[in-house]
DNA sequence: TTGAAAGCGCTAACAT
DNA sequence: ATGTTAGCGCTTTCAA
């Protein structure tokens, strides 16, 4: 079933079934209508693969999500895709591994698929001007930004919270509410991702507050995994039974992190608080609620598209956009006498 | 950058390029490896639209994902990836709304990419001959099977679970701990649909313990979809308060539906019990933990696969595998006096 | 063991 | 307004 087919049992030429299916203006509605009605009739549906080769641009542009079974990432992704379908770009997923190398999985979807541009979800982003150099297409990095590497700002576009002083507020509204010994649960403090920074983040409000950090509370799960995270939160009990409040950097953290403290027989929040960040649509359904700093994660999607078709249609710059959480007051965080 | 640059650079013919990069025999390694110091220097990636184009398959396995958000699918999707991976054919995922038309959506994307097979996730499937004729490679259902369609067995493949006996099992696992008031939640009674099968399972156990169906024991949510599980289950509290317990009839829901119950003052289990058929990892971290029957989801997905290859490749004739779920005792449920 | 050339299905430039 | 045709990058005969 081919262009062909079509054009032989339409009576016309390949080039004028071409023209209807493209929707140029040359060619008259009686031909128009016949044509679409063949189309109908035989279930055509055009091959990809013939149409991009064409074109030295498959106009596709190509998303990589690192962590797969990361719930954030549902809604930035979702409003990515219904973004692109608008701008009539096709999109190609690639996930890899929480681990893997981003800039590579990136690299070669680009060739294969002859991206015109690229979209990562989650990333190290300590990259520097070599290692970014394979890719020829212009790339919008979501949810983060290049806060450990070298790389011009005129090389790529962010769109992205500012991890660092979202953790800060956060730290910081446990400690205006009386919480001295605060624990951070998080994957490594030096994994050159959200991570770090919002473990710098942490760090920071204790020193403004007056408050010297200790090293057992601090609790490195190593992996980016609900299980994880409960067992971290077990063993930081079982190390600081003293503690009164937990900072996670991730909502999906906290989900487990509150399981955890409950099986520990520690009640949330009377006994122990817990504060996030993301806004994952789970945590709305903790018991309590969970009180956490909502990312706009669909807008940040948007802006995503909206940054890379800048530069692909109309000629603009990078750019380099920062959101502002939102607080979610749950019910999980205790104001101590 | 294409495979005319690297023969070329090379000082070889395009076919011997092609020879290497398609593993044929008759290279000498001579040239074998020059071809591939040059590929790798250049960073050359072949063409897949180019390479697509020339068979008359694709190697593509298409996956049709029905309610893009629904986390059950994930490890499901997940194993489906990795086998797809080591069969060596491409994977390709077009994920559709909750309500649309799977059948339409794999039909064109069949099309489009030239698929060798495809894997539906959650359908309807009512369908009738006529309305899967626009299908013209093999089909799996994953997840679901033809329970409402008149579809020829030997038409199609399916990997599922027992819906309607598993509704029973759980609902009978209730009223043998002492239930007669049992409310069900689910999106509508008449979906053709995961919902409907279970539904008949729970009014089955009923009759075989001779508890009279109550109709306003009875919650259509309409969607399938947390919040509007938690507006249905804060419906049915208000219509019944004497209610016991609820089977919902997926894990999602009963997270939402805890919620509801606890945001209505009562506490499950002891005021209410809550069971439910899925088995996700969010439902592991609920407080207490849901009792529900587990999936096996990566299981399920492995058939799949395995079902669809074996026709494609091994000659072998179309199956339909049950699987049996496992129940994950929680804390969810109580044992009346 | 290697190269030359045909052709996959489609679009677009050119011709009519 | 419509048809003819070259060629996108690749694989695969066929020939050497």
Same mark, same amino acid.
């Given at each position: 079933m081919t262009i062909k087919d079509v054009a032989e049992k339409s009576g016309v030429s390949v080039s004028t079934v071409s023209r209807v299916l493209n929707d140029h203006p040359d060619v008259s509605e009686k031909v128009r209508e016949r044509v679409l009605a063949v189309v109908d009739e035989l279930h055509y549906v055009p091959n990809n693969s013939a149409r991009d080769l064409i074109k030295s641009e498959a106009e596709t542009i190509g998303v990589i999500v690192r @962590? %797969? $079974?990361?719930? !954030?990432f549902t809604p930035v992704i979702e409003r990515i895709e219904e973004e692109i379908e608008k701008t009539g770009y096709k999109m190609a997923v690639s996930r890899i591994k929480a681990g893997a190398d981003e800039v590579t999985a990136g690299a070669s979807l680009e060739r294969s698929k002859r991206l015109s541009g690229l979209i990562f979800l989650g @990333?190290? !982003? $300590? *990259?520097t001007p070599e290692q970014v150099a394979m890719l020829n297409v212009p790339f919008v990095c979501c949810t983060y930004t290049n806060s450990f590497g070298t790389l011009d700002p005129d090389r790529y576009s962010s769109v992205s919270i500012d991890d660092y002083e979202e953790a800060r507020r956060a730290v910081d509204y446990l400690i205006k509410r009386g919480h001295k010994k605060i624990a951070v649960l998080l994957e490594?403090? $030096?994994?050159? %991702?959200i991570s770090q920074l919002r473990y710098k983040g942490y760090l920071r409000a204790l020193e403004d507050a007056g408050i010297r950090p200790e090293d057992d509370l601090t609790e490195e799960t @190593? *992996? *980016?995994d609900m299980a994880a995270a409960y067992d971290g939160m077990k063993r930081l009990i079982e190390r600081r039974p003293d503690l009164t409040a937990v900072f996670t950097i991730a909502d999906s953290m906290a989900i487990a992190a509150m399981k955890a403290l409950h099986d520990c027989g520690r009640r949330v929040p009377e006994d122990c608080s817990v504060i996030a960040i993301d806004g994952i649509k789970t945590s709305l359904y903790t018991i309590p609620t969970l009180t956490t700093y909502i990312q706009p994660a669909r807008e940040m999607g948007a802006e995503a598209v909206k940054a890379l078709i800048g530069i692909l249609k109309d000629n603009k710059g990078q750019i380099h956009k920062r959101f502002d959480t939102k607080l979610r007051t749950g019910g999980t965080v205790k104001t101590l006498e």
């Open positions: @962590g %797969s $079974d990361n719930e !954030f @990333g190290c !982003f $300590d *990259y490594t403090v $030096d994994d050159h %991702s @190593g *992996y *980016y």
